[in-house]
C-alpha cells in the first residue's frame, strides 16, 4: 500500500480555505526558522489574535521575522492570506469586544480573604469606544 498523504512542505490545498496559501520558499531549510508548518501556524493565529507581533510570538518567532518573510520574493501568497488572516482577526477581536460590553464580565467577590461571590460589570467606554469606531466605517 502506498502512502498518499501529502509532503510536509506541499501547500494548502483546500480551495474553500481563505487562509489557504503556497508557504515563501527557502533555498536552506532551518528547523527553527519559518517552515511551511510554522507560516501555517502563524497564519492561522494570526486569524485568531490579530495581531502581528502576538501571532508570531505563539509561534516562536518575531514580529521583525515575520515582516520579512512577507516581503520576500515568492511571499506573495503568504502575503494575501496574512491580509485575510488580520482581517478576520481583527473582527474576531471586534466581536469579542462588543460580547465583553454588552454582556459583561465576572468579577470575583472578596470579603475576610475569601471569595464571597461574583459582580457582573459592564464596560461601557469600550461600547462608547465600539459605537464610534463603528460609525466612522460607516461615514
Not at 486569524?47 to 505563539?58: D, H, L
Not at 514580529?63 to 478576520?88: C, I, P, Q, V
Not at 460590553?101 to 465576572?106: K, L
Request: a positive charge; hydrophobic letters at 40%.
Amino acid at each position: 500500500m502506498t502512502d498518499i498523504s501529502p509532503a510536509p512542505d506541499a501547500p494548502i490545498a483546500d480551495e474553500d480555505d481563505p487562509l489557504a496559501f503556497i508557504p515563501v520558499p527557502f533555498a536552506v531549510k532551518h528547523y527553527r526558522g519559518w517552515t511551511p508548518d510554522r507560516q501555517r501556524q502563524f497564519i492561522h493565529q494570526l486569524s485568531r489574535i490579530g495581531v502581528v507581533s502576538a501571532a508570531a510570538k505563539a509561534v516562536g518567532m518575531t514580529r521583525d521575522s515575520a515582516y520579512k518573510l512577507r516581503k520576500r520574493k515568492g511571499a506573495e501568497s503568504f502575503a494575501a492570506a496574512w491580509d485575510m488572516a488580520l482581517e478576520m482577526g481583527c473582527d474576531n477581536g471586534h466581536d469579542h469586544a462588543i460580547t465583553r460590553a454588552i454582556e459583561g464580565y465576572t468579577v470575583p467577590y472578596f470579603y475576610g480573604g475569601l471569595m464571597r461571590g461574583e459582580v457582573r460589570r459592564y464596560d461601557n467606554r469600550l461600547l462608547f469606544a465600539l459605537m464610534a469606531s463603528h460609525s466612522k466605517r460607516n461615514d
